[in-house]
């Protein structure tokens, strides 16, 4: 059992940019891929980023590539989002997502191939 804190969320001019942080509990952080989704409303939640256990490999959806940065700090239990470049169509509640299965076994852009997610978090960017 994993539980997720994400943090960081708020509000920011286009352009602007910000970074959002999901805290993990448990001792076993390093054996989970994580991903990060969002959600606009009146729409479903879209992948936004994953990185798999050992932060060597890193996905991204064609909307955020070359813009957001998905890290992990196994020492710390934390994976981070940095969002630069921030447009008005990135406004969503951004959530956090661990999955203990390979993503070379579960595609990493799935929803449901997460196993655990967080309560999520507010960003809004303004035009």
């Known amino acids: 059992q994993v539980q997720l804190v994400e943090s960081g969320g708020g509000l920011v001019q286009a352009g602007g940019s910000l970074r959002l942080s999901c805290a993990a509990s448990g001792r076993t952080f390093s054996s989970y891929g994580l991903g990060w989704f969002r959600q606009a409303p009146g729409k479903e939640r879209e992948f936004g980023a994953a990185?798999?256990?050992?932060?060597?490999?890193?996905y991204y959806a064609d909307s955020v590539r070359g813009r957001f940065t998905i890290s992990r700090d196994n020492a710390k239990n934390t994976v981070y989002l940095q969002m630069n470049s921030l447009k008005p169509e990135d406004t969503a509640v951004y959530y956090c997502?661990?999955?203990?299965?390979?993503?070379?076994?579960?595609?990493?852009?799935?929803?449901?191939?997460?196993?655990?997610w967080g309560q999520g978090t507010q960003v809004t960017v303004s035009s």
């Open positions: 997502a661990a999955t203990m299965s390979s993503y070379s076994s579960r595609p990493y852009d799935k929803r449901e191939s997460y196993d655990y």
């Open positions: 990185i798999s256990r050992s932060g060597a490999y890193t």
